[in-house]
């Protein structure tokens, strides 16, 4: 960069930085919030103030947003498998490589952790962590929706709903146990069921994870000198950290116990006891 474009990006910041204080103080009314900084916290976590009406049905906002996210990852694999699969070529393009590469990484998942038995295990952790990706960055887009006091509301990632991490913990835990169960008949089920607490940790892993991010937004969002550009860096920083740790965290943990509870346990085989032969002794 020469000397006179440098300047002129100075310039430029300079002018930008010092137009974002202006608005700052012009708008800063010494405390402008409606709620308590305890009422934010706890409505996104436990969603008691902002309800949605879905279908006559009352409903929390992340219910609405997990079937918005179901029905968007639906619509572009059909779109893909009709328009895109046709035209793949032996030299691949940028799509072309772009698909592979994502549905590549989670066979090679599965056919690592789990060589004896991975079919439907890669099918099941790339929806998995498909779903967790797209559904964690799928607040970034702001889609708002009515609330059943009136008000709109942007919806929030499915998993910021402790029912939805939970949702996804139990039925990887009981895809898991189906590998089992395949695999070693009953005694897959003695292997999964040993394995008490992993629903609950995979649960709780993502709604934690996921929380954290959307409480850390809220906070620089509700202190009024923080509230211009940072929220977004922060919001769109914490999201996509989330949703690609959260997506190979899930994803790797159920790949890796589905691979240990299909392995075949073979019996050992057990020892016939030799018979003991008397020895006659002539006297």
Known sequence: MDKGKRT??????????????????????????HESIKTVMRDAVIHEENKMNFFGLTVNPSLIAGYLVSAILLFIALMIRIFAIPRF???????????????????????????????????????????????????????????????????????CDINGAIAMGVFSYGFIMSGGIRKNKLKGIGLTLKEFSLPISMSFRLFCALLSGALVTELVYYTIMLSFVLPVLVGVLFTLIHAVVQAYVLTMLTSIYYGEVSEVHEKKPKKKKEKKTEVAVEA
């Open 8 to 33: 002129r990006f100075l310039v430029v910041t300079a002018i930008v930085l010092v137009l974002l204080l202006v608005s700052i103080f012009i708008t800063y009314k010494g405390g402008g919030n």
């Open 89 to 159: 070529k032996t030299v691949p393009g940028k799509f072309q490589i772009v698909i592979e590469t994502w549905v590549g990484y989670f066979d090679n998942l599965a056919k690592t952790n789990s060589p004896h038995l991975n079919g439907a295990l890669g099918a099941y952790i790339f929806a998995a962590g498909s779903y967790i990706f797209v559904g964690t960055i799928f607040e970034l887009f702001g889609i708002q929706w009515m609330t059943t006091a009136g008000n709109p509301m942007a919806l929030p990632a499915p998993l």
